[in-house]
């Protein structure tokens, strides 16, 4: 098992800044590959971006390719997901996602957090 847990959403004005942070406990962390998602009202839930075991391969989709960067530090059981330029399309609830393999597909990811609010005012 393991349990995620997402923190550092909040209220932004358009082209303001956000990081998300998900702290990981449980089984071993660099296990596994990561995701960040993201669920808007009405709208499947996506992919926004993705980062394997050592944090050598990524994925982002792309609406937010030169926005959005993901990192790891494996050492300290935590994914980041550093949010620049946002847009008022980017409202949506952010969560974290951990899968034994490398995926972007959302049925794929084992474990979920609970999820954080991320509102981007205009």
Known sequence: QVQLVESGGGLVQAGGSLRLNCAASGRTF????????RQAPGKERECVAAIGWSG?????TASVKGRFTISRENA???VYLQMNSLKP???AIYYCAAGST???RTFEYEY??????VT???
Do not use: R
């Not at 660099?30 to 998602?37: L, V």
């Open 30 to 37: 660099s296990g596994y590959a990561m995701g960040w998602f």
């Open 120 to 122: 981007v005012s205009s």
């Open 102 to 104: 490398w995926t972007i």
């Open 89 to 91: 399309e980017d409202t």
């Open 76 to 78: 300290k059981n935590t």
């Open 112 to 117: 979920w957090g609970q999820g954080t609010q």
């Open 56 to 60: 050598s391969m990524s994925y982002y």
